[in-house]
Structure formats: C-alpha cells, structure tokens
C-alpha cells in the first residue's frame, strides 16, 4: 500500500496530480484546495497519500498534511460519504473548518461542497459531533499522542492517532482500537480499522 509520494511534480489536472517518482509518475485525485496548495510543476512535492484497492483498480487519493488524508477517512465512515463527496467537502472546506461547521452545527457551511445536500449535512453533523474537539484544531498532534499509538507506524498506529486528533483520549483510542483489532485481525486496513474503532467507541 503507498503511504507517500515524494518527488518531483510531473503535472496536474483538474483534480489529479502526478508525481515524478525516479522516472515513474503516478497519479493522484486530490481535492482542489490541494491542488491550489502545489508548487509549479517541475518542483519538489511530497504527497500523503491515501490508497484505495478495488477489485478491478487501484486509486491513489493525495493530500499535502496528515490532517486533510485523516479528514478524508473519517467523512466516509458517515452513511451516503464516498472518496467523491469527501473530496469535495474537502475542496470548499478546510480541516479547521470541517471540525468548527460540525460543532457549531452549521449546515449551511456543510452544504457548500458539491454533492451535500440538507440532510446529507444533518447526517455529517449527527454522526461526527461527538468525535471533534469543541476547538478548531482537529487533528493538531499534542504530546500525548505518542502515548496512546503504537510503534511502528502500524495500521495500528494510524487508527490511534486518527482517533486522538479527532479528539478522543489516549487511553480511549488504545481500548478502541485493541476491540476493533480483535474483529477483523490485525491485517485490517486503517479505514476498516477506524471505522470499527468508531463503533467501539459508540457503545
């Protein structure tokens, strides 16, 4: 599974990149606010990267911080949120903003990305409100992070720490996420893993 690309950036599209990675480009969707944020082609990038594996593809999703890729994972554990919808919410909102709109329950700022209707918005809120920090910054890393995540960079690792910068405590995030390992194995994907650790952590 590839995490990350770094290299140079070869072109873009209206909502993909490639990177040049020793000769070999490969292409990621990435959101327009992303896209907005690239340097000019031919300059140095490096993309967080999130993969998604079908039965008759694989898709590289972009991102330039660990806060939009979180952000990207989380949208689709919501009911009716695909990769095209939590891209466009990605697009007309950033990380800071996704987090204050839930709070607040502030539909309308929801409904400004493309393919978020009224009760899609009511959803995102409703099933999301719980899981931010009342302040802006989720999924800032605070100190405590690094208590609660394993090492290793494991699947693991990921789910902990996606769970804590959603707000969730160390302590929390361990139990949950150890529960949700015990489901599916620890081969489980991080989406699968997260989504699971949300349902743990919703009982």
Same mark, same amino acid.
């Given at each position: ?10 072109e873009t599209g209206e909502d993909?990149?490639?990177?040049? @990675? ?7 969707? @990435?959101?327009?606010? !992303? #896209? ?13 990267? &999130?993969?998604?594996?079908? &039965?008759?593809?694989?898709? $590289? ?13 989380? #949208?689709? !554990?919501?009911?009716g949120v695909g990769a095209k919808?939590? #891209?466009?919410?990605?697009? =007309? $909102? ?12 502030? +539909?309308?700022?929801?409904?400004? =990305?493309?393919?978020?209707?009224? +009760? ?7 099933? #999301? ?7 802006? /910054? ?5 100190? &405590? !992070? =690094? ?12 789910t902990a720490s996606a769970l804590?910068?959603?707000?969730? +405590? ?14 599916? /194995?620890?081969? =489980?994907?991080?989406?699968? $893993? ?10």
């Open positions: 599974m590839i995490g990350k690309l770094s290299g140079r950036l070869d993909w990149a490639m990177v040049d @990675c020793g000769g070999v480009g490969y292409v990621a969707s @990435c959101s327009a606010r !992303t #896209l907005r944020r690239l340097p000019a082609p031919g300059e140095a990038v490096s993309l967080v990267v &999130e993969t998604v594996m079908r &039965e008759d593809s694989i898709r $590289l999703f972009g991102f330039l911080d660990k806060a939009e890729r979180d952000w990207f994972r989380i #949208l689709q !554990t919501v009911q919808v939590a #891209l466009a919410i990605l697009d =007309a $909102l950033a990380p800071d903003e996704i987090s204050r709109a839930v709070m607040a329950g502030d +539909k309308a700022a929801l409904g400004r =990305a493309s393919g978020v209707g009224p +009760k899609l918005a009511l959803r995102l809120i409703t099933e #999301l409100k719980d899981r931010v920090p009342a302040i802006g /910054g989720a999924f800032l890393p605070g100190p &405590e !992070t =690094a208590a609660a995540v394993p090492a290793g960079g494991s699947a693991m690792a990921e804590i910068n959603l707000g969730y +405590k160390p302590a929390e995030a361990s139990v949950a996420v150890a529960a949700a390992v015990s489901k599916l /194995g620890k081969d =489980a994907e991080v989406g699968a $893993l997260i989504r699971q650790s949300l349902k743990e952590l919703a009982r």
